[in-house]
């Protein structure tokens, strides 16, 4: 009685804290997540649908062999991001079982297509408090993924491609490092739950959890490499790890727009230009994008579908 009363309390504000049957709560949450879900796939598919000629042409180079393969490397590099996630929650004191953990990442990501960078840390926070993970922690996670992204996406960019054409990016490096450095990251969180008068994590990030994680991350990028490598063989795999890795960093750049849209697309028909011409690169692009769009509803479905079957 406790636990619901406080969690009612902290739902709704200035509300009593039987406001409403916990029944009525839980499906109106259902409500919610049905709604952020259809918003979510609406995006999704207009995306596609934006570009719809250019993808039918960019699918006509593929045989089929190429576009499962393709699919099958997404999937895998999602898993990797996905385990790079909860390896930063289970540090910061939240272990989840693999299941649960997969429901809360690839739902929760779908809010990545609509626009605004708040929908797939919202959509976690929420899953993830009916799992007891309070949603500061929740929050601290999310935002740490981004760093971690960038660090070795930017570090297997300069392995494949070579620091002679895009050595610039070396001078990201040592601040993504101060970044990563769980001294740093532990100070910073408590900085700005002290400025949001939540309550402090009970656990301190660990070196060991820092460096699980971003081995997680660039197994990722590799699953990534592969896939476009499918879609786009000419050049081959080392360059297509690091032409996926840069424009992805990119577009993580720019958070404000959803997933990336559009940045990414452009960043990766600058890299495929002294290989693919024009026509070609941008065909490769919307492809690429097609077939993560469908990585991502996959992932989200089969661990929704997982999760269901083992609550049952």
Known sequence: MNASGTAGSREGVGEPVNAAPPGRRKTARRLLRVAFLLVALSFGGWAVAGEWDAVVAGFARLSWAALAGSLVAVVAALLGA???????????????????????????????????????????????????????????AFFLMMPVQLATGLLVTLVTLGRHRYGWLLLFVPLLLVLLEPKVINAVIGWALRRIKREPLERPLTRRGMLTALGWAVAGWLCYGIHLYFVAPQSGLLFAVGAFALSWCLGIMTFVVPAGAGVREVAMVAVLAPHLDRGSAIAVALSSRVVIILGDLICAGLAGIAARRRSV
């Open 82 to 140: 996905m385990l790079t996630w909860r390896t930063l929650l289970a540090d910061l004191g939240s272990p989840l079982p693999l299941r649960p953990a997969a429901k809360v990442f690839f739902v929760g990501q779908l809010g990545k297509y609509i626009p605004g960078a708040v929908w797939p840390v919202l959509a976690q926070m929420e899953m993830g408090r009916d799992l007891g993970v309070p949603r500061s922690r929740s929050a601290a």
